[in-house]
């Protein structure tokens, strides 16, 4: 090996030596870390170069200084609530998480490990502190930490809308959605408050553009939600058409909307989400989140974002959350209305029965006011025109105790007064008139008198629809239906209800008006074309029946008559015209007053027959009628009778009841054959009987059997007075629902 080489290995051996005699010093001082020591309070005693340049201070500036001194405010708390405890009930500290301070202001980040160095009794004596740089280390904590958080935080939104979805699934009403999507809205972004708005159209006769109205609230006081209702009127498509936004509390926002900021101020809002829900490029309405400073008793967030700034995350959260919320709204509302005209179905057609069921107008009204409030509405009214002019036949409130407010203004109703604003319009227009809302200034234009005010101010109506009654190109009357403020305004569909309504009753009044003009027609009628009460007749007592069918026009072709006659006789005559309508009628008229005219005479019975057969075709009578004719002999008690086609008389003598043995010629109107008279004579204390088929008649059994009852009921009876027998011989053959008419006369003679 040559000398130089040899040389040059020896003077690295000689460095090396000297570095390794001075590696203690050298080492302490420029160390890859800092070391310091200090007394037990704390003070500096020993720095190394290594902190002093960390730090940009001099050995000279850092002796004699506390270390917490040179830490951040946090790194103070914790050095004095965690490092100083922990050290001096350990002795010994390790990693440490502490911000140095710099001159310049800025922070290092440090791990600090030290020891507590004791003396035999076990007091302190001094703390050897070894502090590393951790720069790095906390960037790669931090993003460990963020990674993790981000991790986490995407986690938890999808279990939110996991959360979300499932619980749309379940909810079947609009209610149920509102309420899923503003309490999971509100706990994903922490709110303190949210609600929801949906899309509503406006009623008829107003602007044609939508409104909002709150389906559900959470959190938020009245006053602010006034507030953005407010703010959102006349702009609803503005409000839907901008997205999802975020109105931040500030200057802008004060002077565009002060009481909306004010509203948020008091509130303690920084700012406000606006997120719209929609389903199908279809807006169908927005849910408001709102955001707030954290309040006393609330956690301290230390990673609180700044006030009106979404995440990315938070901003995809929110527009899936938007979406499928507006996906649940309308498979909601769609549900909703399959419901809703399931009911309205039902409710027609119970309309339908009630109606058909009812007996007559008055009953119809009663029946579809009752319908009306069970489902419907609160208050149904019912005005009629009549003959008379309008009149108020029906009132009813759904709620038995508020009945009295509908009955008092009946004292305001027609035929007292005019008809109400609404009710009088749609009769007048024959056009239903819809009143949403009643807004108080309306309700005090409209209603003039101050006590009829009051009573409609009880009711507390918040909306109003009248129905004109029309059949046939006649206005019948009006239905006005109200709802008060706790049922909410009528719908829409509400108002396509009462109309059908309306128009199923105006139907059926059209025929029940029809039946009852028919009804007190026939009524008339037949009082006129009836003679009046038999009149008293010595010697005799009389007794006389007439029941009108239960079915049709209460009008028939029966008739009966008593007439004294000169020389002690007394005519008598009870017939049947073929048929049970007015025409019947009109015939059984002209047939009595013939009949009458012909007494002037005093003809025998078979002789009356004979005219009447030969005078029919003169009369042009186009019905057929058949007729018992019979003549008294009021001092002999001498009978005579003759039939045109009638059942014979019965006659009740001593406990017993025979059918005489009339023998009966053809109809009257039939081909004409001469008439047969029975003669007899009509016992002292016997009694009479003459009758109308429809007495007898029966669709279950032939006449053979009725006329067998008929004389079962008579002996059965046993009595002579007259009155008493007419009245037990209808309870025993005329049953409650008649297809003929009946005329019964019993005739006693006088012992």
Not at 339 to 361: H, P, Y
């Amino acid at each position: 090996m040559p000398d130089a080489e040899r040389r040059s290995g020896s003077d690295v051996r000689a460095q090396l030596d000297q570095l390794l005699e001075d590696d203690p010093a050298d080492l302490y001082e420029n160390a890859p870390c800092g070391y310091l020591s200090t007394l037990p309070d704390g003070r500096i005693v020993k720095v190394n170069r290594t902190f002093c340049a960390w730090t940009g201070r001099t050995p000279e500036q850092l002796l004699h200084t506390r270390l917490r001194d040179v830490l951040s405010v946090g790194g103070q708390v914790f050095h004095d609530t965690h490092l100083a405890p922990l050290l001096r009930m350990q002795g010994a500290v390790r990693e440490v998480a502490l911000d140095v301070v710099r001159v310049d202001g800025s922070l290092l980040p440090c791990l600090v490990n030290a020891v507590e160095l004791r003396d035999d009794t076990g007091a302190p004596l001094m703390v050897r502190a070894t502090l590393f740089e951790a720069t790095a280390r906390r960037r790669y904590e931090r993003d460990i930490l963020a990674a993790h958080r981000a991790a986490e935080e995407s986690e938890a939104r999808s279990r939110t809308l996991q959360q979300v979805v499932s619980e749309l699934a379940r909810a079947t009403t609009v209610s149920d959605v509102a309420t899923v999507v503003v309490e999971q809205a509100r706990g994903a972004l922490r709110a303190r408050g949210a609600a929801l708005w949906l899309v509503t159209d406006r009623a008829a006769g107003e602007a044609d553009r939508p409104s909002l109205v709150v389906a559900r609230s959470d959190g938020l006081p009245d006053g602010l939600l006034a507030e953005l209702a407010t703010a959102a009127e006349g702009r609803v498509a503005l409000e839907l058409a901008e997205g999802l936004r975020t109105l931040v509390l500030g200057d802008r926002l004060t002077a565009q909307r002060p009481r909306l900021a004010a509203a948020m101020a008091d509130a303690g809002l920084h700012s406000l989400v606006v997120v719209p829900v929609s389903a199908a490029s279809r807006a169908l309405g927005v849910l408001v989140l709102a955001l707030g400073e954290a309040r006393a008793g609330d956690l301290i967030d230390l990673d609180q974002p700044v006030p009106g700034e979404l995440s990315a995350r938070d901003v995809d959260l929110l527009w899936t959350l938007g979406r499928q919320a507006g996906q649940a709204l309308e498979r909601a509302q769609l549900h909703e209305e399959t419901a809703r005209q399931g009911e309205r179905s039902a409710f027609l057609l119970d309309a339908a029965r009630l109606l058909a069921g009812a007996a007559g107008v008055e009953e119809m009204v009663e029946r579809l006011a009752g319908l009306a409030v069970s489902g419907l509405a609160d208050v149904c009214m019912i005005d009629l025109v009549t003959e008379h002019g309008v009149r108020r036949v029906g009132a009813r409130h759904a709620d038995p105790a508020r009945q009295h407010l509908v009955d008092e203004l009946r004292e305001w109703a027609p035929p007292a007064r005019d008809l109400p604003y609404p009710a009088r319009q749609a009769l007048n227009l024959r056009r239903t008139q819809w009143f949403p809302v009643i807004a108080p200034d309306w309700l005090e234009s409209a209603v003039r008198d101050p006590r009829e005010l009051a009573a409609v101010q009880g009711l507390e109506l918040a909306s109003i629809v009248a129905v004109p009654l029309v059949a046939e190109g006649q206005a019948l009357g009006v239905v006005t239906l109200s709802a008060d403020r706790r049922r909410g305004g009528f719908t829409a569909a509400d108002v396509d209800v009462a109309e059908q309504l309306a128009a199923q009753l105006s139907l059926v009044m059209a025929k029940a008006q029809r039946y009852e003009f028919e009804s007190r027609t026939s009524h008339t009628l037949q009082a006129n074309l009836l003679p009046p009460p038999p009149p008293e007749v010595p010697g005799i007592a009389v007794a006389v029946r007439y029941l009108a069918a239960t079915r049709g026009v209460e009008v028939g072709g029966d008739f009966y008559d008593v007439a004294p006659l000169p020389g002690g006789q007394v005519a008598i005559a009870v017939g049947d015209v073929v048929g049970h309508d007015i025409t019947a009628a009109a015939t059984m008229g002209q047939l009595r007053s013939v009949y009458r005219s012909l007494l002037v005479e005093s003809p025998a019975p078979s002789a009356v027959i004979d005219r009447l057969q030969a005078s029919w075709p003169l009369l042009g009578l186009q019905r057929l009628a058949t007729a018992l004719f019979a003549t008294l002999d009021l001092t002999s008690g001498r009978l005579r009778i003759a039939s045109a086609g009638h059942p014979p008389p019965l006659l009740l003598t001593g406990g017993r009841a025979e059918y005489l043995p009339v023998r009966p010629s053809p109809m009257l109107g039939a081909p004409p054959a001469p008439a047969q008279e029975w003669t007899g004579v009509l016992p002292p204390g016997a009694t009479l009987v003459l009758f109308t088929d429809g007495l007898v008649e029966s669709r279950a059994d032939d006449i053979d059997a009725g006329l067998a009852r008929l004389r079962a009921s008579a002996v059965r009876t046993a009595t002579s007075d007259p009155d008493e027998l007419c009245d037990r011989l209808l309870s025993d053959l005329a049953g409650s629902h008649r297809a003929d008419d009946i005329a019964l006369l019993a005739l006693t003679r006088a012992r």
